[in-house]
């Protein structure tokens, strides 16, 4: 292709949205997570779930534990529309959040509950996430459970599972997921949904609406 040449449709999408997670995507058509909210990219990794909302000018937030991760996704932020100061990417847990209460509008929180270590790590990253989200924001999480596939997995302890593809992951399921729903006082925005990966593990989308939501959209 030459300079001149237009970029092919699969160039043009990953230049406006990046690696993005589909179901992240899913909820920025749906206008529940948007460009004019204040958004934490909890577990953030590179930035590849907030590049859109950072191209678009947004006022977007990470935290990883990962120290490259956070450099990189600090350098995806100062190339954005409107270049984030290097503070709003931390070094840090999800279950010890260095921000106030109320602070965001929308948690953004992609393949990483899986990886607590116990029931108590899980909850206590959960409620951090959801104290510094305002009323009216919106907490999306995607992580591994054993909803369509109980009886592939095997126990190993407190919730951790090996898995048929020879991972092992902190799962959940319905019935906690609805448990934490009800303790947090929160909304479900969506029912819970659950992707089957052909039985070697299940992918579950988790979202979860605090107070009441205007302007979002339900199904």
């Known amino acids: 292709m030459s300079p001149a040449d237009p970029?092919?449709?699969?160039?043009?999408?990953?230049?406006?949205?990046?690696?993005?997670?589909?179901?992240?995507?899913?909820?920025?058509l749906r206008g529940r997570i948007t460009p004019a909210m204040r958004?934490?990219?909890?577990?953030?990794?590179?930035?590849?779930?907030?590049?859109?909302?950072?191209?678009?000018?947004?006022?977007?937030?990470?935290?990883?534990?990962?120290?490259?991760?956070?450099?990189?996704?600090?350098?995806?932020?100062?190339?954005?529309?409107?270049?984030?100061?290097?503070?709003?990417?931390?070094?840090?847990?999800?279950?010890?959040?260095?921000?106030?209460?109320?602070?965001?509008?929308?948690?953004?929180?992609?393949?990483?509950?899986?990886?607590?270590?116990?029931e108590a790590e899980f909850e206590s990253m959960v409620h951090e996430m959801w104290r510094v989200l305002t009323e009216g924001g919106v907490f999306f999480a995607r992580l591994a459970s054993t909803i369509s596939?109980?009886?592939?997995?095997?126990?190993?302890?407190d919730r951790w599972h090996r898995l048929p593809d020879g991972t092992e992951r902190f799962l959940v399921d319905e019935d906690y997921l609805l448990r934490m729903t009800h303790e947090l006082g929160a909304e479900l925005v969506d029912p819970i949904k659950t992707t089957n990966v052909q039985g070697l593990r299940a992918m579950t989308t988790w979202v979860l609406g605090k107070g009441v939501l205007s302007g979002a959209s339900r199904g």
């Open 149 to 157: 596939v109980e009886d592939r997995v095997e126990p190993i302890g």
């Open 39 to 118: 958004v934490l990219d909890a577990g953030c990794g590179d930035g590849r779930n907030s590049h859109y909302l950072m191209r678009c000018g947004a006022e977007v937030f990470g935290i990883d534990t990962d120290p490259k991760r956070i450099e990189r996704a600090r350098q995806l932020a100062s190339e954005s529309a409107a270049p984030l100061p290097d503070e709003n990417f931390a070094v840090g847990r999800l279950d010890d959040l260095p921000f106030p209460d109320a602070r965001f509008d929308a948690v953004i929180c992609s393949a990483v509950l899986h990886f607590a270590v116990d």
């Open 7 to 28: 970029p092919s449709g699969q160039e043009a999408l990953l230049s406006a949205f990046g690696q993005i997670d589909i179901y992240v995507f899913d909820q920025l």
